[in-house]
């Protein structure tokens, strides 16, 4: 039988009871393409290490960055509004939308302090500085403001 798709997904995924294993490796909120999620590029200069991570579809207010014992982790929160099934509006066939969150951990050292790092997050794209140090401050956990 042939089944509508959009972008090499198939539209009635949820109704079709042999597909129960495979949507079950599946990620809820990214689906597919969770494996290509936040995406990083780090590039050395000098003085220090530039990520540019993607995350498009992520606010600046639900994207955080934590440094603790020299491991730097980028995580988003993301939620989606209560799903209401409108008469008026129709009925949903398919959700591909859902509330979840991502991280990724990168280490950065134990010398790299909250302050040394700046982050600035624009169109999509969160652009973390990291810089270059012999110090060792006394590890804690600490937070790092993003632009």
């Known amino acids: 039988m042939f089944l509508p798709t959009v972008f090499g997904e198939n539209l009635i995924d949820e109704f079709d009871p042999f597909r129960e294993f495979e949507s079950s490796r599946r990620d809820k909120l990214f689906g597919n393409r969770a494996g290509r999620l936040m995406k990083t590029d780090v590039r050395e200069t000098d003085k220090s290490f530039e990520l540019d991570i993607d995350m498009p579809g992520f606010k600046k207010e639900d994207i955080s960055a934590e440094l ?65 140090k012999n110090v060792l401050p006394k590890p804690e956990k600490k937070m790092i403001a993003i632009e």
């Open 68 to 132: 603790k014992d020299g491991y730097l982790t980028v995580s988003a929160v993301k939620s989606h509004e209560e799903k209401t099934q409108s008469s008026e509006k129709g009925r949903y066939v398919r959700q591909e939308r859902w509330s979840g969150s991502v991280s990724r951990t990168f280490f950065v050292g134990e010398n790299v302090t909250e302050e040394d790092v700046k982050a600035k997050y624009e169109n999509g794209i969160l652009q973390v500085s990291v810089p270059k």
